[in-house]
């Protein structure tokens, strides 16, 4: 859960700097917080939902220990990775990286992304409900900072997601 939440803090700190998550992953709000669909696959070596390359890759880099218990048998490989990646993903780990995964979860029950459906998920009206990007730009006071742009900055890295997300639709 750790590793989850702390790939949804880096993610949601690119996406408002720079218009675009890191993972380019569906983010789903569960009773524990914010999930991103496909990295979750990825830790669990789903078989269902990715491709044999994938799990081959997953396989290469990552050992599960016990069920919520994994270790890295690989240095990273920053290739894959764009410097402003790499920069949020240390940013993130050195403001929340100290804290443990439960802790990581009550943090994330303070966004507005996941508060959005705290109501539905505590009436189990669904066990996940798909989140919408735009929340993610919400401003929020939290122990880091992080998270308080200016409206100007906001727009622009707004505009640039949507931009992208048009762009998409077409091919």
């Known amino acids: 859960m750790k590793a989850i939440k702390l790939v949804w803090l ?19 709000a569960l009773p524990h917080g914010p999930v991103p669909s ?5 830790l669990q070596q789903n078989d269902f939902s990715l491709s044999d390359l994938e799990l081959e890759y997953t396989g290469d ?5 016990s069920d919520y218990i994994y ?7 920053t290739n894959v990775f764009s410097d402003t990646d790499l920069q949020s993903l240390e940013i993130v780990y ?4 100290h804290h443990g995964a439960f802790d990581l979860r009550d943090i994330s029950h303070k966004f507005p992304e996941w508060k959005r459906y705290e109501s539905a998920l505590a009436k189990r009206v669904a066990s996940r409900f798909e989140m919408n990007f735009e ?10 900072g992080l998270f308080i742009d200016s ?12 931009d992208t997300i048009n762009l998409r639709s077409i091919y």
């Open 10 to 28: 880096a993610d949601r700190l690119h996406l408002r700097k720079y218009g675009r998550t890191i993972t380019g992953d569906i983010y789903f």
């Open 94 to 97: 050195s403001k929340y990286g």
């Open 61 to 65: 880099f990552l050992l599960q220990k």
């Open 38 to 42: 496909t990295t979750r696959d990825i």
């Open 71 to 77: 270790s890295s048998i690989a240095d990273v490989d």
């Open 151 to 162: 409206p100007e900055d906001i727009k622009i890295s707004k505009e640039i997601f949507e």
């Open 135 to 144: 929340d993610f730009f919400e401003n929020i006071e939290d122990e880091t």
